[in-house]
């Protein structure tokens, strides 16, 4: 075999996701091809391999398709029936257009997971304002959690909603007529995610569980594993994710988002990629979640999850005051050679995810202060 019979991957969305698959890529000795949709996407500014294209227009993904031995995602954004359509083609879509509708679509994963017995939140299919005020009725607090079952994320899409102001709450959506569904809003100590990965063949691994830290629908800061998880809730967790990744048959990466209650955990979200609770791997396992995911969609066997230090903390850098990064960097790596620093060539934005800090050691409160104080740095919120 010469290297030229190494298979090239298509990634369809050029943005920080596909960006990270590059090293592991490179160390793999496979190809990458990126759909972008900008020449100047964060994957784009890195990996030669680039179609500029729109995700929605399947003579582009077909035409992109051509050549890939697989193609897989950065996103969950392309419509289902371009996937049916390449697969029909005989490309082989990883994960396949029935697994990654879980990810598109939170009613179609609500009911497959209540199916398969996953716990999760109580809910209910919404079509009117008499339905919701029906649901709120059986809730304690007469408040509870409607969400859009597509096209939501980082907290857009979810909304809560109060019984009397219910209608008012959710006029627009019902307006515009869109399926949506509701459910009880879970009294949750903090949220946890899993990340799982299995192969074509069947073969599965699973990662600690973490804890994220949420703030308005967007992910701040990652501990893994999760500080002081009971191995009931650990194990809890991770069977759930596994059991997701069996029933749904992905291929790929899983991220599962869950609460963690004092009665035990409930699957919140699936994201059928390499996700944000993720980043900490590159640095913080033996085997990064980009890593994964590219062996998982080829069918390659998969590698150790296992971690490289007691606790990793990861904290996102959200675009602040600062336009240019590279001062602020300089000073962060200056200060502590300990840290790593990953910024995804995006321009800065308020708001917007831009890069992350990642430190593993054995202090989790000491690795928590250098790596938010990194965080803030880079964002403009810290002086020294
Ligand atoms: P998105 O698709 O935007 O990621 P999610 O369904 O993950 O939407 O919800 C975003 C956030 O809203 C969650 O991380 C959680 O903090 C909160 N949330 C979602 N569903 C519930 C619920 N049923 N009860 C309480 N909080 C919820």
């Known amino acids: 075999m010469t290297s030229s019979d190494f298979p090239t991957v298509g990634i369809v969305g050029a943005g920080q996701l596909a960006r990270m698959s590059a090293p592991p890529a490179i160390g793999l000795g496979v190809r990458l091809r990126v759909l972008a949709e900008r020449s ?180 701040r800061e990652v501990y893994a594993p999760a500080p002081g998880i009971g191995e009931d809730h650990a194990l809890a967790a991770q069977e759930a994710a596994l059991r997701i990744a069996q029933a749904l048959e992905i291929t790929g990466l899983m991220a599962v988002e869950l609460f963690d209650t004092a009665a035990g955990v409930l699957v919140n979200e699936l994201a059928l990629r390499p996700h944000n609770t993720g980043h900490w791997t590159i640095d913080g396992a033996v085997t990064s979640q980009f890593e994964q995911h590219l062996r998982a969609v080829l069918d390659l066997p998969l590698g150790s999850p296992a971690p490289v230090a007691d606790h990793a903390v990861m904290v996102n850098v959200l675009g602040g005051d600062l336009a240019d990064l590279y001062p602020a960097y300089l000073h962060c790596m200056a200060r502590d050679p300990g840290l790593k620093i990953h910024v995804y060539g995006k321009q800065v934005r308020p708001g917007r995810k831009v890069g992350h800090v990642t430190v593993v050691g054995d202090d989790l409160a000491d690795l928590q202060e250098r790596a938010r104080h990194a965080a803030a740095y880079l964002r403009g919120d810290a002086d020294e």
């Open 40 to 219: 100047d996407d964060p994957a784009a500014q890195v990996i030669p391999d680039v179609t500029v294209g729109d995700y929605r227009d399947l003579a582009t993904l077909r035409a992109f398709a051509a050549g890939c031995d697989v193609v897989t995602f950065d996103h969950e954004h392309v419509p289902t029936e371009h996937l049916q359509a390449l697969e029909a083609d005989g490309v082989k879509v990883r994960p396949g257009s029935a697994a990654l509708v879980h990810g598109q679509d939170k009613l179609v994963m609500r009911e497959r997971l209540t199916a398969i017995g996953v716990p999760v939140p109580r809910w209910a299919q919404v079509s009117s304002a008499a339905d919701l005020a029906g649901f709120l009725a059986t809730t304690g607090g007469g408040t509870a959690v409607l969400k859009t079952a597509r096209g939501g994320y980082d907290g857009k899409g979810v909304r809560v909603v109060r019984a009397g102001a219910a209608g008012a709450d959710a006029a627009d959506w019902l307006a515009a007529g869109a399926p949506l569904l509701v459910e009880e809003l879970v009294d949750f100590g903090r949220e946890l995610a899993v990340l799982v990965a299995r192969s074509p063949s069947g073969q599965a691994v699973v990662y600690p569980v973490v804890e994220s830290v949420q703030v308005d629908g967007v992910c």
